[in-house]
């Protein structure tokens, strides 16, 4: 079965240091990637997407994330941190063989701090 | 502009009571989610449902119940039955096709007093 994992579930930065948040999927097939961002008391909010055209991906809030197949990775990063990045990171995962339904399943989280 | 609505944004429940949570939106979507999250265990699958008048039970459907009477509607119904219903919950809907991803609600935080 798909499973996505996330190495550390909480992670800091200084503010203006690159932010590097790991994601790794587990199927042969290569899946459709996502990246979730997570605010307090809030929603979650698509960060960015691979879906099988460039292997590297730019996001708003000028995060991007590169497709690596060999390792079967999906990074998130940014070059340097601000105080606003502050939240809590999702990579996700969508099977491209059919199944019951459209499922995406969701990595456990990564809470980001930025240090002033 | 399209998105999804949830609402009460807090609601506080008895014991013993039942309680409903609403989901709306406006994007067209087929498929429509409902999510719980607590601290540290990130979100785990209530009910889906792909089409209306049809849902399925995700991973932790007991103690719930949902209805999906409009294409516009998911309303979520947490029952007595649930023995532990402190949790923020989140709705979704996503377009058919696994390329699109999920478009979130902003959640309802549920506390039992």
């Known amino acids: 079965a798909q499973s996505v994992t996330q190495l550390g579930s909480h992670v800091s930065v200084s503010e203006g240091a690159l932010v590097l948040l790991r994601c790794n999927y587990s199927s042969s097939v290569p899946p459709y990637l996502f990246w979730y961002v997570q605010y307090p008391n809030q929603g979650l909010q698509l960060l960015l997407k691979?879906?099988?055209?460039?292997?590297l991906v730019k996001g708003i809030n000028g995060f991007e994330a590169e497709f690596k197949k060999s390792e079967t990775s999906f990074h998130l990063t940014k070059p340097s941190a601000h105080m606003s990045d502050a939240a809590e990171y999702f990579c996700a995962v969508s099977d491209r063989l059919k199944t019951s339904y459209d499922k995406v399943i969701f990595g456990p989280g990564t809470s980001l701090s930025v240090i002033p | 502009d399209g998105g999804i609505t949830q609402s009460p944004k807090y609601l506080f429940r008895k014991e013993g009571q039942n309680v409903t949570l609403s989901c709306e939106q406006n994007?067209?979507?087929?498929?429509m989610y409902w999510y719980r999250q607590d601290p540290g265990q990130g979100l785990r699958l209530i009910y889906y449902s792909q089409i209306v008048n049809d849902f399925q039970k995700g991973d932790i459907a007991e103690g719930y119940s949902v209805s999906r009477e409009k294409k516009e509607s998911f309303p979520l119904t947490v029952t007595s039955a649930q023995k532990n219903p402190t949790a923020f919950y989140l709705c979704a809907s996503s377009a058919r096709g696994r390329a699109y991803g999920y478009t979130f609600g902003s959640g309802t935080r549920l506390t039992v007093v």
């Open positions: 691979y879906t099988s055209a460039a292997t």
């Open positions: 994007l067209n979507h087929d498929a």
